[in-house]
């Protein structure tokens, strides 16, 4: 039962503690719809494109593995919806079953349902609407990146309670926020191979690297509450920690890139690519300060552009 002192009041117009300044839905979207947006992060994009960039890296290696094809642009189109719509019915699920915990920490009391703003029975209708809408656009993808697709779910379903049971959360976030390497490789190519494998592999080191440092925002927040996490277990160790993973990341997009069979130019493009994403990751370490919440916040949100970089020297290099 959550303690009535606990319940906060959200921020002015019921915007959220950390939504990005200047969002679209605190400035732009009707009244009406801004708790459901809020429910689904539109107010702060960032988990949207941590969640497409790895589809984008799938269907970039599949095409350098194979050639592009004409397809491959609704294969993006239809990821950057779909991850819109997924990341939105995520984030619903993840707000209804950590309400309790929302209430208790600072930056997150102003969330939609911990402050009042919707009901859970809303929030679960539009979970669903949401994820169906989803469903719809997979359907024009070929059958096995269906079923892929599908495979998702369980994953999605166990991440908010990771952190009830394990110490790694963030392990279980990024095996279902990289799944789109995977998924978008078996849209073009109808299978999978090694290359979406060790994309996989290496975004879930990326997602320890970018969540751990997320997750020192509320570090003091979690240990009062009970709630485990990287940031927790790291502590004072997390840079030692952030450069294994960053490593182990960057040396595993080197090893996808090099099993699609690429070679000349696309080649070099594609490691140029994983240099770049490698060098911005050594640009947040050096920047990293765990005891500044505002600046783990920028850091984590920069994450972005190390992921872009990546993108679009992979999607030059199919082209090439």
């Given at each position: 039962?959550?303690?009535?002192?606990?319940?906060?009041?959200?921020?002015?117009?019921?915007?959220?503690?950390?939504?990005?300044?200047?969002?679209?839905?605190?400035?732009?979207?009707?009244?009406?719809?801004?708790?459901?947006?809020?429910?689904?992060?539109?107010?702060?994009?960032?988990?949207?494109?941590?969640?497409?960039?790895?589809?984008?890296?799938?269907?970039?290696?599949?095409?350098?593995?194979?050639?592009?094809?004409?397809?491959?642009?609704?294969?993006?189109?239809?990821?950057?919806?779909?991850?819109?719509?997924?990341?939105?019915?995520?984030?619903?699920?993840?707000?209804?079953?950590?309400?309790?915990?929302d209430a208790a920490v600072a930056r997150t009391r102003s969330r939609p349902l911990p402050s009042?703003?919707?009901?859970?029975?809303?929030?679960?209708?539009?979970?669903?609407?949401?994820?169906?809408?989803?469903?719809?656009?997979?359907?024009?993808?070929?059958?096995?990146?269906?079923?892929?697709?599908?495979?998702?779910?369980?994953?999605?379903?166990?991440?908010?309670?990771?952190?009830?049971?394990?110490?790694?959360?963030?392990?279980?976030?990024?095996?279902?926020?990289?799944?789109?390497?995977?998924?978008?490789?078996?849209?073009?190519?109808?299978?999978?191979?090694?290359?979406?494998?060790?994309?996989?592999?290496?975004?879930?080191?990326?997602?320890?690297?970018?969540?751990?440092?997320?997750?020192?925002?509320?570090?003091?927040?979690?240990?009062?509450?009970?709630?485990?996490?990287?940031?927790?277990?790291?502590?004072?160790?997390?840079?030692?920690?952030?450069?294994?993973?960053?490593?182990?990341?960057?040396?595993?997009?080197?090893?996808?890139?090099?099993?699609?069979?690429?070679?000349?130019?696309?080649?070099?493009?594609?490691?140029?690519?994983?240099?770049?994403?490698?060098?911005?990751?050594?640009?947040?370490?050096?920047?990293?300060?765990?005891?500044?919440?505002?600046?783990?916040?920028?850091?984590?949100?920069?994450?972005?552009?190390?992921?872009?970089?990546?993108?679009?020297?992979?999607?030059?290099?199919?082209?090439?």
């Open positions: 039962m959550m303690d009535p002192h606990l319940i906060p009041t959200s921020g002015p117009d019921g915007r959220v503690a950390d939504a990005t300044q200047g969002n679209w839905v605190d400035h732009r979207a009707p009244a009406a719809a801004r708790p459901y947006l809020r429910l689904s992060r539109a107010d702060r994009p960032i988990g949207t494109w941590l969640l497409l960039l790895p589809c984008w890296w799938g269907v970039a290696l599949a095409a350098l593995a194979g050639g592009p094809r004409p397809f491959d642009l609704w294969i993006a189109l239809g990821c950057a919806i779909g991850a819109f719509l997924m990341r939105g019915a995520g984030c619903t699920w993840n707000d209804l079953t950590d309400r309790e915990f009042g703003q919707v009901t859970p029975r809303q929030a679960f209708v539009w979970m669903c609407v949401q994820a169906l809408v989803a469903f719809g656009i997979l359907l024009t993808f070929p059958g096995f990146a269906i079923g892929m697709g599908v495979a998702s779910l369980g994953l999605v379903a166990i991440y908010p309670f990771a952190k009830r049971f394990t110490w790694w959360p963030q392990v279980f976030l990024g095996l279902a926020f990289n799944w789109g390497a995977l998924l978008g490789w078996a849209a073009h190519a109808g299978g999978l191979g090694w290359p979406p494998v060790l994309a996989y592999a290496a975004g879930i080191c990326w997602t320890l690297f970018y969540d751990t440092i997320y997750a020192h925002q509320d570090r003091d927040d979690d240990e009062l509450i009970g709630v485990k996490s990287t940031a927790r277990l790291f502590g004072r160790a997390t840079g030692a920690w952030l450069r294994g993973f960053g490593i182990a990341a960057v040396l595993l997009l080197g090893l996808a890139v090099l099993g699609t069979g690429a070679d000349g130019l696309a080649l070099a493009v594609s490691l140029a690519g994983v240099a770049g994403f490698g060098l911005h990751l050594v640009w947040q370490l050096r920047r990293l300060d765990i005891d500044d919440a505002a600046g783990c916040l920028v850091l984590f949100r920069a994450n972005r552009d190390a992921g872009l970089i990546l993108a679009a020297a992979l999607g030059l290099a199919a082209l090439l």
